[in-house]
């Protein structure tokens, strides 16, 4: 994100990840404070397999971060936290961010590099 605004690109990858039930779940779940995967895959009700994938999509959008620790009884345990971020969204914000996208606007189609 640049002092003006996210790119185009970071834009859509951001509200990407914001764009399912389960992940606005997620995020206001590590609000409070960061949770392993099993202890957070029942606090939400979900499998752990269905929790990892949209933890991965959360943490490449840069809205969550994770750490490997070993529990008492030497176990890998992977802890889950939320990242903070505040995304503006309005029409300047939009229109500031549009020229960056990556992906050609119908009919520039070759015109980019």
């Known amino acids: 994100m640049t002092a003006t605004g996210p790119s185009g690109d970071e834009l859509l990858r951001l509200l990407g ?3 399912n039930p389960h992940r606005l779940r997620i995020v206001a779940a590590l609000r409070a404070e960061r949770a392993y995967v099993s202890q957070l895959a ?9 929790l990892q994938l949209h933890l991965r999509k ?4 840069g809205l969550v971060s994770a750490a490997l620790e070993l529990s008492e009884d030497g176990k890998a345990m992977k802890f889950y936290e939320v990242q903070p971020f505040l ?10 961010a549009a020229p960056t996208l990556s992906t050609p606007a119908p009919g520039e189609e070759g015109e980019r590099s």
């Not at 029942?42 to 269905?50: D, N, V």
């Not at 959360?58 to 959008?61: R, S």
């Not at 995304?87 to 500031?96: C, F, M, N, R, Y």
């Open 17 to 19: 990840a914001l764009a």
């Open 42 to 50: 029942r606090e939400l009700g979900i499998s752990r397999a269905l």
């Open 58 to 61: 959360l943490e490449a959008a």
């Open 87 to 96: 995304v503006q969204l309005s029409p300047d914000t939009i229109a500031a």
